[in-house]
């Protein structure tokens, strides 16, 4: 519903066919229902047919047939009593229809309202996240998803409240209305538009990846950029720069599993506009091309230093809202520089300008300590650019001092803490660690909004933090011993270096330690633990390494104490896996692995990875090494069952799936693969069973009546199949393989092939690599006479 009318078109029929339902079901109650979109012309009188229990409600508004309404085994009665009533009933419902369409729009633009928009992010988060609260294996072949992700653009055009002052409020809503006309032009079938404000407008796209969003922006700012209005007094064109941000969802979420999915949406709308906000502000020190910005980039280069404070300090854009922690490093660089001989015209190189390490992060921005300078006679300035560092890429842990050279050098005291500050102990830890065999880091936390045993929601004021560090430095000098070399990590944070002891050790030193802090300042404390030597790993590494341990620690119960081992690779390798490095989190399961190999959370994950990439061979063997090891888990031996399946091994998987469903009866997905194996067979009638008995353990799932659907095509039912993908598409109106099987049946019925082809190509562009939806598609095209078009649609086909 994101078109420029208002008025009701055969798709609305479509999108808000629940709503007629129930509004005709109120006046004339009936079994069931379908809606039919005929080519050929028909009386637009009800028809009654009493023999096959059918009314035919024509559904005419304006004197435009738009569809047909079908009731199955309505009252008799009141049909008779009702009939010639039925054509004002039928065009009040309709009138209701449209004024609720009329409603959910922007009168200026005819997008979406704002309102609409955080409704239909609410829908769509909540259910990702009851997705991802189910067993694997959702509908691998023809599921309605390929990942379970959405992607939301939020475009601004600033500008337009000059014009307006400048010239007239008209010419201004003339000018938005050429802006949003361009930006609707670019929106894919699946696209849904909305406008968020005066200077504004989102985008949802589903199944989004990056490249499709970063596209898109790019496409529709192309668009608007070619927008020019003329003045009607001296024709001078006018126009507008916009700039776009994107954020994904569940990408780039993060420490938000317990917000409700309203609150999901929210979060998402913001830093999609987050991210839009700094395309457009981006500093002229700033050397990124173009002018669209993901909110996953913001950290890796949308950064950039506000204010050069004394002390060696930089004030940066950088905070909590784009995912920035103490201790991460950031090299810094220019393009505003003078050249000497230059016009100031030409493209400068980057200039590199040195190295800063986040010490302090607030919610929008942070201090850094300046840690290394390019040269001293380009100082860092406002608006120099920052990208993150890698940590094979810092130069601050690799400058020790020379051969020779008094370690003192590096003892210059935080005047905080009096530990080292954080790039001497850094540098003291490069050398000190090549003369231990063996060696431990302990990275300490404090949070200072909560306590132990409060609720998530009783936050307390941060009261002198530099106080409270200073004391938490005194008692871990008192617990560990004054000897022990510690730094600075960050405002919140400490590191301490533990020569020639292992981890496990250190567990009681620690945990005497966080009991210490939270009795005696009242706050919650966490600790994360890494000895070397660990696997293949360098001695540098151990610094992320009890970063992920702290992590952990921070999961479990007081006294939050976690050491860096499979469990701490497990959980973040689950983190990558979540942003769509499938390959990132596929190494470190095997690191997990490696480092214990009855783990059996990685064994799984693993297998899960594997079978994303069509590797089920591979995932096979790891989900029986799992179950060999947790003979006992529905999850298991589902997952098992279904790479058996994908596999051809149908003995072996309707085994498993047999299996899951004595652990776990309710278990959905199980009943659906067993109904499938089922039908391969030709057991129909037991195939049947199971999808009804599906369809009966969960009455929002779309899958079922998907299945069952199929079922009917397969005994000649087309009226029960119609029904039945109306029920899934009613439960979910993006699902491929249903949206393509309802194009078909229209193309079957000799309906409107229009309406097939715009349900089929919305199955193509949620799935490009769905087979079956070319081909319906290129069906489709050849009936309307577009022969061109439908060879090309028959090629991509054959091309899958």
């Known amino acids: 519903m994101s078109g420029l009318t208002t008025g009701l078109v055969r798709r609305d029929l479509l999108d808000l066919e629940q709503r007629l339902r129930d509004s005709l079901y109120r006046v004339l109650p009936f079994e069931a229902h379908a809606v039919y979109f005929p080519r050929q012309t028909r009386s637009k009188e009800p028809e009654w047919l009493p023999d096959e229990g059918k009314l035919l409600l024509p559904l005419v508004r304006h004197g435009e047939l738009l569809g047909v309404f079908m009731a199955r085994v309505p009252d008799a009665e009141r049909v008779t009593a009702l009939l010639p009533s039925l054509p004002g009933i039928v065009d009040l419902c309709l009138e209701n229809l449209e004024l609720y369409k009329a409603g959910r729009l922007d009168p200026r633009s005819g997008l979406a309202t704002h309102e609409v928009l955080l409704e239909r992010l609410t829908q769509e988060t909540g259910a990702i996240q009851s997705a991802f609260a189910r067993e694997f294996g959702l509908e691998s072949g023809e599921g309605s998803s390929r990942g379970g992700t959405l992607g939301l653009i939020v475009v601004r055009f600033d500008g337009v409240r000059e014009v307006a002052r400048n010239i007239s409020y008209g010419f201004a809503d003339r000018l938005v209305g050429k802006l949003v006309e361009a930006f609707s032009g670019q929106l894919p079938e699946q696209a849904f538009g909305a406008r968020i404000g005066d200077s504004a407008v989102a985008v949802f796209l589903p199944e989004a990846t990056r490249p499709e969003c970063e596209n898109l922006s790019a496409a529709i700012l192309r668009a608007m950029e070619q927008v020019r209005l003329p003045d009607p007094l001296i024709g001078r064109q006018f126009g507008v720069q916009p700039h776009a941000g994107y954020a994904l969802y569940p990408q780039d979420m993060d420490g938000t599993r317990q917000r409700s999915s309203e609150e999901h949406g929210r979060i998402l709308l913001h830093k999609a506009q987050l991210a839009a906000e700094v395309a457009r502000t981006r500093g002229p020190g700033g050397f990124q091309a173009g002018r669209v910005m993901g909110y996953g980039r913001l950290l890796l280069e949308g950064g950039h230093i506000r204010q050069v404070m004394p002390l060696s ?50 919610e929008s921005e942070s201090v850094a300590e300046i840690l290394h300078l390019g040269d001293p006679a380009w100082p860092l300035e406002p608006d120099d650019a920052l ?170 119960p007081a006294p939050h104490i976690g050491q860096f081992g499979s469990l701490a690779l497990n959980i973040s390798a689950d983190k990558r896996h979540c942003r769509g490095d499938v390959f990132g989190a596929i190494e470190e399961y ?161 309906e409107d092939p229009e309406l097939a082809e715009s349900l089929a190509r919305q199955s193509v562009a949620l799935r490009p690599e769905y087979r079956n939806g070319w081909l319906v598609l290129s069906r489709a095209l050849e009936v309307q006479g577009r022969l061109s078009d439908a060879r090309e649609a028959l090629l991509k086909a054959g091309e899958l």
């Not at 909560?450 to 409270?468: F, V």
Request: with cysteine; glycine share 8%.
């Open 387 to 556: 990208t993150l560092l890698q940590e094979e890429q810092r130069l601050s842990v690799q400058n020790a001092a020379p051969e020779g050279q008094d370690d003192g050098v590096f003892h210059r005291p935080d005047p905080l803490t009096g530990l080292l500050r954080h790039g001497d102990f850094l540098a003291h830890l490069a050398r000190a660690c090549s003369e231990c065999e063996r060696f431990s880091l302990a990275l300490l936390h404090v949070d200072m909004a909560r306590r132990d045993g409060e609720s998530s929601g009783a936050i307390q004021p941060m009261t002198q933090p530099e106080h409270i560090m200073a004391q938490v430095a005194d008692l871990a000098r008192s617990v560990c011993g004054r000897k022990v070399p510690g730094g600075r990590f960050g405002l919140n944070s400490l590191i301490f270096f533990h020569p020639d002891l292992e981890a496990e050790p250190l567990r009681e030193l620690y945990e005497k330690l966080c009991a210490d802090i939270a009795s005696r300042l009242g706050v919650r404390a966490g600790v994360g633990l890494a000895c070397w030597p660990f696997l293949d790993l360098r001695p540098s590494d151990m610094i992320e390494g009890a970063r992920k341990a702290l992590e952990y620690a921070l999961l479990l």
């Open 590 to 750: 095997k690191l997990a692995l490696l480092a214990d190999e009855d783990n059996v959370l990685a064994w799984n994950s693993l297998g899960v990875c594997l079978a994303s990439l069509g590797r089920h061979a591979e995932a096979r063997r790891f989900f029986e090494e799992a179950i060999q090891r947790t003979p006992d888990d529905p999850a298991l031996a589902y997952n098992l069952g279904a790479v058996c399946q994908s596999l051809h091994d149908n003995e072996a998987a309707a085994e498993h799936f047999r299996t899951c469903i004595r652990l776990s009866p309710s278990h959905l997905y199980a009943l659906i693969r067993l109904g499938q194996l089922d039908e391969a067979e030709e057991r129909l009638e037991e195939a049947r069973a199971r999808f009804e008995s599906a369809a009966a353990l969960d009455t929002g799932s779309p899958l079922p009546y998907r299945h069952l659907a199929r079922l009917a095509l397969r005994l000649g039912k087309a009226d029960q199949a119609r029904e039945h993908l109306h029920q899934a598409l009613l439960r979910n109106p993006r699902d491929v393989a249903a949206l393509s099987l309802m194009a078909d049946l229209y193309l079957d019925g000799g």
């Open 313 to 362: 300090r930089v004030l940066t854009s950088l905070g909590r809202s784009v995912g920035a922690r103490e201790g991460q490093h950031f090299s810094v660089w220019s393009v505003n520089y003078a050249v000497k001989g230059g016009s100031g015209d030409e493209s400068l190189q980057p200039l590199y300008k040195g190295e800063i390490v986040l010490l302090e992060v607030r």
